[in-house]
């Protein structure tokens, strides 16, 4: 039971390693293409720096779920690596990108539709709820 115990935690350790070297990958990659980017287009309305970098990583989660699901490529640990922790580090919309695509698969076209919607309207609320709140405490 010991050893049982010791290998279930040994392996959450090595998941959470995988996890945070791939995410600060992922995070410094953001921030010198995002970089680049508002280096060339500072004076541009729209923001290209993180348009540029969602569909990078979108572009990147597509190739790499091709090849897992086309040629099974990946261990269990190099998808924790590259899929949670590069891309998640990188950008999280490759993986609503991901997840509303599989959905769109299965034909759940209306799972699809409502977590697209849903993930956009909800989270721009929640943002714009949260700011609002700093906001009105602030001026208090």
Request: hydrophobic share 50%; glycine share 12%.
């Amino acid at each position: 039971m010991n050893k049982l115990r010791c290998s279930i935690k040994i392996e959450a350790v090595k998941q959470l390693i995988l996890v945070a070297i791939g995410g600060g990958i992922g995070a410094v990659a953001r921030w010198q293409i995002g970089g680049l980017v508002l280096h060339q287009t500072a004076d541009w309305r729209f923001p290209l720096g993180t348009f540029v970098v969602n569909v990078v990583g979108c572009v990147f989660a597509g190739l790499l779920s091709g090849l897992v699901i086309k040629h099974d490529m990946f261990t269990p640990d190099a998808r924790m690596f590259l899929f949670t922790g590069v891309l998640g580090g990188f950008t999280t919309f490759s993986a609503f990108g991901v997840e509303t695509v599989y959905l769109i698969r299965r034909q759940e076209y209306r799972i699809a539709l409502s977590y697209a919607l849903l993930s956009l309207i909800c989270g721009i609320a929640g943002l714009w709820l949260a700011i609002s709140v700093i906001r009105k405490r602030s001026s208090t």
